[in-house]
């Protein structure tokens, strides 16, 4: 079982930045692909980001690209979200997410490709 604790939300105001941190426990991140998803109250969650367990790909949401960058360090055991010139309809709650590789089939950027759930950070970007 993992334990994932997301961190790093904040308010900002529109053109800043923040870094978000999800750090797991329970078990090594190394064999896990990984992944960032955000949601606003009434809406579905939404994919941001994710990230190969060997760091070898990503993937970007159409909305955050050349902003938003995903990151790991498998030996702190922790995934990272590096959010730039943010605007204000980036305010969300953000989980990151993690998954065995037999999920892989269900795809690297849908909410059913991922087994394990932080408890969700809020970002609030201000206008």
């Known amino acids: 079982q993992v334990q994932l604790v997301d961190t790093g939300g904040g308010l900002v105001q529109a053109g800043g930045s923040l870094r978000l941190s999800c750090a797991a426990s329970?078990?090594?991140?190394?064999?896990?692909?990984m992944g960032w998803f955000r949601q606003v109250p009434g809406q579905e969650r939404e994919f941001v980001a994710s990230?190969?367990?060997?760091?070898?790909?990503?993937d970007y949401g159409d909305s955050v690209k050349g902003r938003f960058t995903i990151s790991r360090d498998n030996a702190k055991n922790t995934l990272y979200l590096q959010m730039n010139s943010l605007k204000p309809e980036d305010t969300a709650v953000y989980y990151c997410?993690?998954?065995?590789?037999?999920?892989?089939?269900?795809?690297?950027?849908?909410?059913?490709?991922?087994?394990?759930w932080g408890q969700g950070t809020q970002v609030t970007v201000s206008s």
């Open positions: 990230i190969r367990w060997n760091s070898i790909a990503t």
């Open positions: 997410a993690a998954a065995n590789l037999k999920y892989a089939r269900f795809g690297f950027t849908t909410v059913a490709g991922y087994e394990y």
């Open positions: 329970g078990r090594t991140l190394s064999s896990l692909n």
